[in-house]
């Protein structure tokens, strides 16, 4: 059976009666007027209460502009008991312009603001840079392509930028960085980073990197490669590096076996004395049986920090782990591969609000499913009204 939220007791302490009047104090102050681009002399609505309702929307379940519309159809009486107002509901047009017209800069000020204690703790984390196409708006001639910096530890989206496509990942790197102190972290990046200037940028913001390995790098891959073929051809005797088998997997009928190896004495190897602090090469050996027949791939990686196999195996494993907390999150309970809406920024905002309230809720209510506390928000106005005050009042 599954665990009923009443019996939570983080779901009893966010249900429990807070100063309206503080909450709606809080509320107006968080959104600088400066930001709103709209001629203020023609709109009905402030700009903080617009973006109140669309966070209000996504924290209960609404993934399209016709959601939040119904939405505020059916909770416009209830956000004005909450503010202490008394608005009419917004129409579809209304919040269409605004999530349509409002550069994504006032949006990613948000990110940053609501969880800006957030970075003072990501010394010894895992930070992945990965990037993900919204399948539902593109095509040959228009691409819409997110990078995302995200804390594996916490499972938050730290920053986002849109690319024109997948090569254009690196960069957007400063963009992703330069706000957020990443001092003392991991940064974890597939091998399209893996180019000398990018390994110094993240040395220089004072991180260390973790970077797949493939043939683009050329030699470099093929001594890699050569040096693990040979050392596991005389079964790793007197071969100074270290290995980590972990338990295998077993699911579906499948059967996994990894084994990671990693070389911290890099005498071997030219790219030692070019590349940036260059400390350790990584082989994944994964193998795998399906119905008898059996299949083996080998990985390779580089980083600027010496760690066992052991924490290699935790990174490295971390990093594709992106795929379930945060991209088959997005799709399956925010419905992001659905989406269709692609006019002005529209595709932008939509995907930061998503983010924003996944942050909200991975940090309000942590362990929390995501699709259940959605359901909390939407039934439950006590819930939701604790999960704005943890977020807004200070």
């Keep these: 059976m599954p665990k009923r939220p009443t019996k ?41 209460f617009l973006i109140l309702l669309l966070l209000c929307g996504y924290l209960s379940g609404a993934n399209t502009v016709s959601d939040l519309t119904i939405y505020a159809e059916f909770h416009i009486g209830w956000i004005n008991q909450l503010i202490g107002q008394s608005f009419s509901a917004p129409s579809y047009n209304t919040l269409w312009w605004i999530l349509a017209r409002l550069p994504p800069s006032v949006f990613k000020q948000l990110l940053k603001r609501w969880f800006a204690s957030i970075p003072q703790q990501l010394r010894d984390q895992l930070l992945i840079i990965d990037g993900k196409r919204l399948k539902g708006i593109s095509s040959d001639g228009n691409v819409v392509h997110l990078v995302e910096l995200f804390a594996e530890e916490q499972k938050l989206v730290l920053a986002q930028e849109k690319v024109p496509d997948k090569s254009s990942e690196p960069k957007v790197i400063d963009a992703l960085l330069k706000d957020i102190d990443v001092n003392g972290a991991l940064i974890s990046a597939d091998a399209l980073f893996a180019n000398m200037a990018i390994a110094q940028k993240f040395l220089d913001y004072g991180a260390d990197y973790l970077i797949g390995l493939k043939g683009n790098q050329g030699n470099f891959h093929a001594e890699a490669k050569n040096f693990f073929d040979q050392a596991r051809g005389v079964a790793y005797e007197e071969v100074d590096a270290e290995r980590y088998i972990p338990s295998p997997e077993k699911e579906h009928g499948r059967i996994e076996q990894r084994s990671i190896c990693v070389c911290t004495a890099l005498d071997w190897l030219p790219q030692a004395q070019t590349w940036p602090k260059l400390k350790a090469v990584i082989e994944v050996l994964s193998e795998r049986t399906v119905k008898g027949k059996k299949t083996s791939e080998s990985r390779y990686y580089f980083s600027s920090r010496k760690a066992s196999a052991k924490e290699f195996a935790g990174w490295i494993r971390g990093h594709w782990s992106i795929e379930n907390p945060l991209h088959w ?17 529209i595709d932008e905002n939509m995907a930061l609000f998503r983010r924003l309230s996944m942050n909200i809720i991975k940090t309000v209510h942590p362990g929390q499913g995501l699709a259940l506390a959605r359901k909390c928000c939407a039934y439950a106005p006590k819930y939701l009204r604790g999960v704005l005050g943890k977020i807004f009042v200070r």
């Design 8 to 48: 939570d007791p983080k779901f009893s302490e966010l249900n429990q009666d807070i100063d309206l009047e503080q909450l709606a104090s809080s509320i107006k102050g968080a959104f600088p007027d400066t930001d709103d681009p709209r001629q203020l002399s023609k709109t009905r609505y402030p700009f903080w």
């Design 329 to 345: 999150v997005l799709d399956v309970i925010f419905k992001e591969d659905e989406a269709q809406a692609k006019t002005g920024f």
